[in-house]
């Protein structure tokens, strides 16, 4: 019930600010269209820790900070290796063991490699992460190790 | 009072000086990962350069818009915009590099080539010397 409850209010804030209107009539058109939505997650077996992560919220945003700066340091890496002269690039295929349990910080943790440029994750089996990276020098497996155990603590806590 | 409505002042003088920079910042970005695209020798290494459109890039340009926005209501829509392109940029590209890989293609690792082309190029440099 604390799940539909904070679903539905996430859902009503994202339909007013797109619509934007204060009229009743449209704000009863999106509170009814909202609760459908609600019913149809509740149908499809949505509501449980995973699918409305709410409590992971606050250490999620302690994590963007983190991931924030590994893009801009791994952005500007790879815009050197664009404009460079001579073609430097080293690429490599590791396999990346992950600590997470959860479907949601594996996703997260995946999510995280392939949004930092010059790593992306092609394949995910169980607990190993097939990582296509740019660099061979910055793709060993230990240096995953500190975004897993970040992962990790966002989303498992 | 006044020294917060002089800062909303301040705010709304450069604002929109900031986020154009930060605009054309965001442009020149994107040139830079399509340069990459078409510099990079195959698909994964591509993939790579095109990610820097995808994050870096992004970035800055719906910074710089929030920046530009006439009210708080389209900060709020770009915000989202953001907040979606961060979530389905990287299930796209891993869709991509996923459905190569299962294709079949394989990609280029410079480095065990690299070691056996300079290992050819020793064996014939010691050939030479030898004969």
Redesign the interface.
Known sequence: MRYAFVLFIILYA?WY??S?YNKPLLLGLGLISTILACVLAWRFRLFDREGVPYLTIPRLLLYLPWLFRE??TS?IR??R???RVD?D?????VKVKTSCQSDLSKTLF???I??????????VDRDEL?V?A?Y?SVAKPEDFIEMDRRCKRAIDG | MSFFSEIGALYGQYAPLLGGALCVFGAVLTLFGAIGVLRFPDFYTRLHAASVTDTGAVLALITGMCLMSPSGLVTYKLIIILIFLFLTSPTASHAVANAALKAGLTPILSKPDDKAQTAETDQDTAKEVTS
């Open positions: 994202l600010g797109l934007g893009i801009v952005n790879v815009i290796a664009c404009l073609l690039i080293d690429p490599v295929l995946a999510n995280s392939t949004l930092t440029p010059g790593t992306v994750t092609i394949d097939l296509h740019l061979a």
